[in-house]
């Protein structure tokens, strides 16, 4: 990613490598701490003293439960003959695991997140610039334009997005017939692509000012004499945007994609919504419903969620890792 | 309503602080008068009506003079959300059900959360009623619940329709008739195709109608149970569905048809002949009413019992309804159950029927002259719900009906030779704890 335009003027020194906004950490973390002065080391109680209660009630509701679901796991056990328990170890992990359904569940759910995240982040980054760019006087009434679809419930929108594609009440197949393949009797639930359409259509209208939110944000911190001077040495938009501005924007970006990508792989409401499952959209949040909420098969369920839990903490490692998303970087700013 | 009396006015000075304080207060006092304020009041958890089981729960509490009070609150919408509330709350001992408006196909799976009807409740509250609700009330041979409205699917048609396909409707008509007929008169019939409960009501009155079931031993544990489905009723049933599914004669939104989209199908021009619930006569002839129908279309309705299967069997309506249960946890169940005897009076009966179109399943409440002019079919329910099978009364309900739900649906993807048999695997390695659902 190094720069082909030369250096701005302003920060010779600036490596590529770091956005401004990531800070270096080079000494290591024990010599450190016996650096710290007592302001800091006065900060950092009183940090602990304001975050603290939060945290403790934060692993008090998070924490218990995904070890009573860990633990639950190991049962065969039905809500409605609690007399029947009955220890199977990892017997229910074997089932789901040996199960085709839970690998076409976990494909859509892929295929859900990878085209709803792709999809939102042009959008969502093309929305930011708009509103980066937009002038003052309508800025207001721009942001909250956009931000209108990320305020409604999800389960309302997912009704509004039913009724209008739905065979009886909707007026898509009316309006849209001029298009091929649609015309009066296009029954968009009863087959799974354009079920699925629908149901990302949703999911997309609804988390694109999401991510257009987070993309604003880091284009704010995007140094203005960076672009100016890409602009003095002649460089096109294009060069603009992609040498200088995203470059800087990486970690905005990153955090933007991890967020979303967690939310979208645990999709429930507009699938629950809008076909139940039904004809091959069904989700793993959905199958996890299904075994422990429909079923009552608290174990089995409980496997379902451990598994769920599991895949969403390795699209985290993936994201942090792999892409080196610096959480904290892109609050600090400099 | 406290809340809204107790919202601060907004005076200007006051502080928020204050404004705060007295919603809480507020809050608090309706959390306060919610639970138990006194020890005779009685919560019945009912489903969505059109308002008739809140005016019995009123017109009983009025009748009791001070011995209890019944307070109603709302269940779900559909019947499958009102289970897993219920078994949720069952299953965690919640003393506040009381009473409780339950779907027959759940109940043996409840039946041992609820508190035993004792013998005399039992002999007062099943004289006159009709065999498909006892049916549905009882688990292994013992009335464990209360029948109190009793639901079943009638044929309706277009006489139009059918006169100009030649049928002859005095007599019962077979499934095969209808699909002829629809084919020659280019018209489209009302069924339900939608992966839902529906598609499971459907499966069991074609199966019951040609003499099999779903489910042959329905008391056994759940790695023992055995299906019904390899048989001939079985492959007669999927001949059936898959014939008016890859023929197109349930219209072009079948596979996503409830009760209620296949009654829009059925009042549009390409309607013919359906087989629903009888909520679709007081919604048709409120239609006319409001104007959006015309009353040709009302004139041009007729009813008979649902479609044989077999030309020489009478056929097995579907059965639901709702039955009254008791929860073992609750604190007052003497009191619940002389509640549950004034809710499901003749006379309340009749009157449910008459506002909100659920039928009695007390035959006697069938004489009252009020039913005959606003159900002019009330007759043929009657008859239909002596009839009518329930479906498998299993513990297991939930997987066996959701299992066929997802292969018996949509109905053009149904082979009557690759269905039952994959369909009955399928549910088989569900409850031994093999697959998912």
Redesign the interface.
Known sequence: MTSAIPAPPAEPTSSPENTPSVKTRSTPEKKARRQYSDRVRAERRLGWLLAGPAFIVMLLVTLYPILQAAFESLF?FR????DEREFVGLGNYA??LT?S??WRDLGTTLLITIVTVAVELVLGFALALVMDKALKSIKGVLRTAILVPYGIITVVSAFAWFYAF???SGYVNSWFDWLPGID????W??QTGTALFVIMASEIWKTTPFISLLLLAGLAQVPGELTEAAKVDGATWWEQMSRVIIPNMKAAIMVAVLFRALDAFRIFDNVFIMT?G??GTEVLSL?AY??S????EIG?GSA?SVLLFLCVLIISFIAIRLFKVDLAGTQGGK | MPTSRRTPNPVKNRPRAAALASILMGTLLVTGCGSGESENTLTWYINPDAGGQAAIAERCTTEADGRYRIETSLLPSDAASQREQLARRLAAGDSSLDIMSLDPPFVPELAGFLAPVPGDVAEATTENVVEGALAGATWKDELVTVPFWANTQILWYRKSVAEAAGMDMTKPVTWDQLIEAAETQDKELGVQGTQAESMTVWVNALIESAGGSIVTNPEAPSNEIELGLVSDAGREAARIISTIGDENLGGPGLATQNENASLDLFQSDSGSFMVNYPFVWPATVGAVESGTLDQALVDDIGWGVFPRVLDDEAAAPPLGGINLGVGAESDNPELAYEAVQCIVSVENQAEYFVTNGNPPSNTEAYEDPRIEESFPMAPVIRDSLQDAAPRPQTPFYNEVSTGIQQLWAPPGAVNPDTTPEESSDFITAVLRGERLL
């Open positions: 065969q809500l409605t003959t609690p089932v789901i199960d359904v839970w739905d065979i009886n009066e009797n296009t029954n639930f009863a139940n039904a004809y199958l299904r075994q909420i429909s079923r009552l089995l379902v």
